[in-house]
């Protein structure tokens, strides 16, 4: 049986390599679609966690975890020799930046020569990871033709970016549209046939790998760019005592021409942050510089060290310097309402807190530690008249939802909302806002 007709009378096997907050919930919506479903990851308290039904990504529903698991739809490994099962497999890895703010794909490297041994005709590849124009193609295509296959004739390779937004009540992996593109018309079919029988979301398909991983880089880099103005602007109405919020909400009333974004401490999570650098990097190649594009992140960037100047500020017109101040911070989150602390503002925001010798403590009802480097924190265990007392700023750098902020307004001494996640507070005493 052709591929194609074993996906669409789900017979096909299918693997997931890389069980985070992608390939946890592909990896589940797969499985109940009827597929039988192996999860790879290098990580075993992953494994075992997903062997045993016990789910750690806030989008999946714990119970579909572990009726998948107890029925032997879905189980886990860290054996790559188990991809000689699958007839389809993506790979859903992190690409991070290094310590130079240039692409690592070690990861996908590793995971590709990692499957190399084991593809075999009529296997399908999707490359789902976040990326630079050309990585499939140039990257992943090669290591997989070292198992003597032939691209677009023995196995089919394509990709399909990855839209995953966790804390979305709406849209989840299961009803996002998915966009597919494969290396030949044949591997973009089976690809597209894939997704289609596994999602209840249409699937667009493009003409190549690079027209799918540019378009996964212009959804982010729109965004980056936008914030990067709209924080610019923040900084500009702050000058001009003007209420940047109250500024967006007027414009927010215009049905057409106008799409609302806002400030706040920086960008977090793994994609906003991270894409344009990928797309400024492979630019170079070409001899172009992506000039709007870099200097939005210099905005973006530059926003944890202005909040702080902002806080200093704050405290020095009541006579308080924040070298020795109490700082609360209020979530470490890179957005409400999850649990999800990638490349979080907030962190970058107590860092540099830290650094000008603020005593900073956090409160965060999501997210009970984390670590970032060197830097290990605790949440305090619950946010209390005393606790709120007790500090010299309280600054909310995530708009939790959970949080009590009319308490927040009664207790503390100053507060900068750097989210207006205080806005629906009548007393308005004591609070300043980005």
């Known amino acids: 049986m052709k591929l194609k007709e074993k996906i669409l009378a789900r017979e ?4 997931v390599i890389g069980l985070g907050y992608v390939g946890l919930p592909l990896a589940v919506e797969k499985a109940k679609a009827g597929f039988r479903v192996y999860g790879f990851d290098v990580q075993k308290e992953k494994v075992d966690m997903v062997n045993a039904g016990h789910n750690y990504i806030g989008d999946v529903v714990n119970e579909d975890l572990k009726t998948l698991v107890d029925e032997g739809r879905l189980s886990a490994t860290a054996d790559f020799a188990e991809a000689a099962k699958c007839d389809c497999v993506c790979i859903c890895v992190p ?40 990585t499939t193609e140039e990257l992943v295509k090669p290591i997989l033709e070292r198992s003597g296959l032939k691209c677009g004739e023995d196995f089919y390779l394509a990709f399909s970016p ?34 289609e029988t596994v999602l209840e979301a249409p699937v667009y398909k493009v003409s190549s790998p690079a027209i799918a991983e540019m378009e996964k880089i212009l ?30 909400d007027a414009a927010k009333s215009k049905p057409y021409g106008f799409q609302a974004f806002y400030p706040g401490p920086g960008l977090g999570g793994h994609c906003i942050p991270l894409d344009p650098y990928y797309l400024s990097w492979k630019a170079r190649e070409y001899g172009f510089h992506t000039s709007m594009i870099e200097s939005s992140m210099m905005i973006n960037d530059r926003m944890p060290e202005y909040c702080v100047d902002r806080t200093a500020r704050i405290l020095n017109r009541e006579r308080k310097a924040l070298n020795g101040a109490k700082v609360l911070v209020l979530g470490v989150a890179y957005k409400q309402d999850i649990d999800d602390f990638r490349e979080s503002p907030a962190i970058s925001v ?45 600054l909310v750098t995530t708009a939790h939802t959970n949080v009590d902020y009319a308490l927040v307004q009664r207790h503390a001494k100053l507060i900068f909302d750097t989210k207006n996640a205080m806005k629906n507070v009548a007393d308005r005493e004591k609070i300043e806002i980005l």
């Open 12 to 15: 096909a096997t299918l693997g």
């Open 350 to 394: 107590i860092q540099e807190l830290q650094k000008r010798g603020a005593e900073v403590t956090y409160f965060d009802p999501w997210v009970p530690k984390f670590r970032r480097g060197a830097l290990q924190m605790e949440s305090l265990p619950a946010l209390t008249p005393e606790v709120l007392r007790s500090a010299d700023i309280v």
């Open 95 to 134: 690409t991070p930046l290094d310590a130079h703010q240039q692409p690592d794909i070690s990861y996908v490297r590793a995971s590709t020569e990692s499957i190399t041994p084991y593809v075999h005709k009529d296997m399908l590849v999707v490359l789902e990871s976040t990326t630079y124009p050309g």
């Open 219 to 248: 959804e982010n880099t729109y965004r980056n760019v936008n914030i990067g103005l709209i924080n610019e602007l923040a900084i500009l109405c702050d000058r001009m005592k003007i209420n940047i919020w109250e500024v967006i």
């Open 162 to 195: 990855e839209r995953v937004d966790p804390g979305n009540l709406i849209y989840k992996t299961k009803n996002t549209p998915k966009v597919v593109g494969g290396v030949t018309p044949a591997c973009t079919e089976v690809a597209a046939a894939m997704y």
